[in-house]
């Protein structure tokens, strides 16, 4: 059986799913087509259904409870870090609300948790590529990153106004902040949806166990990175968290959700479910 399994093109993304890619696990007679695209277009694209398997925003998925479940493995939590509001030149929290900002999607986690931070802002949505060029030039005020931007915005000249993992932790006692989750389509069978939850746990272990190899194949998807900052980009994003959410994960997207909502932001309350191997 043939599915399509949407993923970012980005390092951790290739590095969780390099076992698949290459044939070094189980799929248990599953085949699978990797399609890749930025988070905000893999949003968007479950929105319509067109994917069996595919990573989704936290926040895009309050909206897509009814047709996806949630996988309990290939999270992208953040954990005491995040994405970053950042600027030319030094700016304040406050001086944010007033900026034209660029975001990645208006369905990302990043952006729902940049409006619990500002409420209603200006915001300009950009390929997540291309955010720091626009801060950069000057297209816009302050930007929002994601993905190895996090780690990589000094080098283009530019400074962090507020770590939105920092703020998150600092607000929720220690909860890891939820960004992307794997998602599985709910009218596949009962059994392919079990088989699926059990060869993706597969493969991001054996990522784990087999890091250099795999590193080496995210690489290619690196985007300039050195190895060792690809490393680092991949630690942080690809862990014991991505390899099963387990109750401190889960109640990191419970309360995520739950204040999105309380604030307005998402539909709600929500009944989480997850997929069983």
Same mark, same amino acid.
């Given at each position: 059986m043939k599915l399509r399994l949407g993923h970012s093109p980005d390092p951790d993304d290739a590095f969780m799913f390099w076992a698949l890619?290459?044939?070094?696990?189980?799929? $248990?007679?599953?085949?699978?087509?990797?399609?890749?695209e930025d988070i905000e277009t893999l949003n968007q694209r479950a929105e319509r259904?067109?994917? $069996?398997?595919?990573?989704?925003?936290?926040?895009?998925?309050?909206?897509?409870?009814?047709?996806?479940?949630?996988?309990?493995?290939?999270?992208?939590?953040?954990?005491?870090y995040g994405p970053l509001f950042v600027a030319r030149r030094p700016m304040t929290v406050d001086a944010l609300r007033a900026a034209r900002i660029a975001v990645p999607g208006l369905r990302t986690s990043a952006y729902l948790a940049a409006r619990l931070v500002l409420g209603e802002f200006n915001a300009v949505v950009?390929?997540?590529?291309?955010?720091?060029?626009?801060?950069?030039?000057?297209?816009?005020?302050?930007?929002?990153?994601?993905? $190895?931007?996090?780690?990589?915005?000094? $080098?283009?000249?530019?400074?962090?106004?507020?770590n939105l993992g920092v703020w998150w932790r600092d607000q929720t006692e220690g909860l890891p902040l939820p960004l992307g989750v794997n998602?599985?389509?709910?009218?596949?069978?009962?059994?392919?949806?079990?088989?699926?939850?059990?060869?993706?746990?597969?493969?991001?272990?054996?990522?784990?166990?087999?890091?250099?190899?795999?590193?080496?194949?995210?690489?290619?998807?690196?985007?300039?990175?050195?190895?060792?900052l690809a490393d680092r980009f991949i630690g942080m994003y690809v862990n014991?968290?991505?390899?099963?959410?387990?109750?401190?994960?889960?109640?990191?997207?419970?309360?995520?959700?739950?204040?999105?909502?309380?604030?307005?932001?998402?539909?709600g309350p929500l009944q989480l479910e997850f997929a069983a191997g």
């Open positions: 890619a290459k044939d070094l696990v189980d799929c $248990e007679g599953l085949e699978f087509e990797h399609v890749l259904g067109e994917l $069996e398997i595919t990573a989704l925003s936290v926040h895009a998925y309050a909206y897509l409870h009814d047709r996806y479940v949630l996988l309990p493995h290939g999270a992208s939590m953040g954990d005491g950009v390929p997540f590529d291309r955010i720091m060029d626009a801060v950069r030039d000057g297209d816009v005020d302050a930007g929002l990153l994601i993905h $190895e931007g996090q780690l990589t915005y000094a $080098e283009a000249g530019l400074h962090e106004v507020l998602v599985v389509r709910r009218d596949l069978p009962r059994d392919v949806i079990q088989r699926v939850t059990r060869v993706l746990e597969r493969s991001i272990r054996h990522g784990l166990e087999h890091r250099a190899p795999a590193v080496r194949h995210a690489m290619r998807w690196g985007r300039g990175l050195e190895t060792s014991d968290l991505t390899l099963d959410l387990g109750a401190r994960g889960r109640a990191g997207i419970v309360e995520f959700l739950r204040r999105g909502h309380a604030a307005g932001l998402v539909p």
